[in-house]
């Protein structure tokens, strides 16, 4: 076993390092205040290939391993968790559903300018009456001579308003659970596509990153809209999920990151009795406690990395990494919270951004439930059904 990263993995650590130091930081919170991150800001990342990370360099990608693509995510989310939301979803959502799954004709139309970050992608599940349940989608499409129809909602779609391209789960009429679920492109201007909400700044956090519920009224998209095989909606929705849950373990590293960086600065700095409250022991605890979670999340979420660089299935590891990261990374903000006292409820240290950030990476892509479910099954097998 060898823990250290070749030189190319180090450069793209040190290369997002320094990009997000410069480009991102300093902007954050005025994003984060107006609840939009600017397209110019994009286009800077797009240059240096981070909107395309995973993709291959003949699809306009960078064609990074995913050892490579795990830090750049974990620096990246260290900056900010929304744009880290927007860079996953672009790269480990719609890039890698429409590499694994679409056809030749498709990944030149599609996936090249995703790839190259020239067009946006929103990956969208989720329904009023879907979340961990998503086999209760309800979306619809028929096909109606060279067009498919659609008809349903969706909610809390990242990326959905700004998306040019929305993929979109819908099931054949009649059909119930997992069965008859496919997989199809949306592009913004189809007609009966709408989208009917968006919530940025009234999030508890993201906020700079759009949230939005969609809708389908007799949506007309043509017959070549569909991705990968008719009917096998659910295999493809639990493959690119399981891609998208390691990039959120990452994020979960590069919060806890910044939480740690802000309080062993913060803790030098105050005194209290006299002293830097640093010298107190219970304060030191939750700081070695906080570096110790953190390493740990980061092995878990990179041997899952290094899995899939194999090519094997990684499966139970990417649950455990996100679980695990999800959990560090509440924890380690909270502590952060806690050693700048009331300094860190107020607004004027970017630990309350961290903590509020930290609370979704529980939740969306599998809540920590579902992943119990899933490693549970790893080691249980099926639970059985009455
Ligand atoms: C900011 C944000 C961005 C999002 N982005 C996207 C996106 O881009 N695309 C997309 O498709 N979706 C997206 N989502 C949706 C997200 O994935 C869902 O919210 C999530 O899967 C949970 O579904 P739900 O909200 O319906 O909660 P529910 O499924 O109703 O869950 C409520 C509670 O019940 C628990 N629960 C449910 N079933 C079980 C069970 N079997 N055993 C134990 N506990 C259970 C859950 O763990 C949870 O604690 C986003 C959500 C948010 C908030």
């Known amino acids: 076993m060898d823990f250290r990263l070749t030189e190319e993995q180090r450069l793209v650590r040190d290369t997002a390092q320094d990009f997000v130091d410069r480009e991102l930081i300093p902007h954050v919170r005025d994003w984060e205040e107006k609840g939009e991150i600017p397209k110019s800001f994009y286009r800077k990342m797009a240059n240096l290939g981070f909107l395309g990370a995973p993709v291959p360099e003949k699809y306009g990608g960078a064609g990074m391993d995913y050892v490579s693509f795990m830090l750049l995510v974990e620096e990246i989310s260290r900056g900010s968790s929304s744009v880290r939301t927007t860079v996953s979803v672009q790269t480990s959502l719609s890039e890698t559903s429409l590499m694994w799954f679409g056809s030749e004709a498709q990944k030149e139309a599609w996936l090249v300018p995703l790839a190259k970050g020239e067009r946006f992608g929103a990956w969208a599940i989720t329904e009023p009456e879907a979340g961990s349940d998503a086999g209760n989608l309800a979306t619809t499409a028929r096909l109606d001579g060279n067009e498919w129809v659609l008809n349903g909602q969706k909610r809390f779609i990242s990326n959905g308003s700004i998306a040019d391209y929305v993929q979109v789960y819908a099931r054949e009429p009649g059909t119930r659970r997992h069965e008859g679920i496919s997989l199809f492109l949306v592009p913004r201007d189809a007609p009966g596509f709408k989208v009917t909400h968006v919530e940025t700044t009234t999030k508890l956090g993201l906020r700079a990153s759009p949230t939005a519920d969609l809708a389908f009224d007799d949506c007309r998209i043509p017959k070549e809209n569909l991705i990968g095989k008719k009917g096998d909606g659910w295999n493809q929705a639990m493959r690119t999920l399981n891609s998208g849950r390691i990039g959120i373990a990452a994020g979960a590293v590069g919060v806890a990151r910044a939480a740690l960086e802000a309080a062993s ?16 022991q219970l304060v030191r605890e939750m700081i070695a406690q906080s570096a110790v979670e953190i390493d740990a999340a980061r092995l878990l979420t990179l041997r899952a990395a290094h899995l899939r660089d194999l090519g094997q299935d990684n499966t139970l590891e990417v649950s455990m990494a ?44 599998g809540t920590n439930e579902i992943q119990k479910l899933i490693i549970a099954e790893h080691i249980l097998g099926p639970s059985s059904k009455k």
């Open 265 to 280: 600065k913060y803790v030098k700095d105050r005194k209290a009795f006299g002293r830097p409250i640093g010298d107190f």
């Open 322 to 365: 996100k679980l695990y990261g999800a959990q560090m990374a509440q924890r380690v903000t909270d502590w952060a919270v806690q050693v700048h006292g009331g300094y860190g409820f107020s607004g004027a240290f970017d630990v309350e951004r961290y903590f509020r950030d930290a609370r979704i990476l529980g939740l969306y892509e």
